[in-house]
């Protein structure tokens, strides 16, 4: 079927780490299943990087929707870096 993704800006100040939440990030399909809604990273962000909140430093490719509804993946800024911006697919 088909699937509504809607998403905002998160704004993380540089070296600080911010939640990737539903009010991020939500994909909709009209089913109750959001474990089954995953999410692959095939262009990661350039200053930073999307990992497990329990996992930190350690990259991650993929995750589910319920990961997002969980509160447990993040986007680390790279301390080194300063950037108005970063994006990632």
């Known amino acids: ?17 911010g939640y990737i939440t539903t009010d991020v990030l939500l994909a909709l399909d009209g089913t109750d299943k959001p474990e089954e809604l995953l999410y ?10 999307i990992e497990y909140v329990r996992y930190p430093g350690i990259p991650i490719t993929s995750f589910s929707q319920m990961d997002v509804a969980r509160q447990i993946v993040c986007y680390v800024h790279n301390k080194k870096v300063v950037a108005p911006e970063d994006t990632f697919r």
């Open 1 to 17: 079927g088909d699937i509504a993704v809607f998403i905002k800006p998160l704004t993380v100040p540089k070296g600080n780490q």
């Open 40 to 49: 692959v990273i095939t262009s990661p962000p350039q200053y930073g990087q």
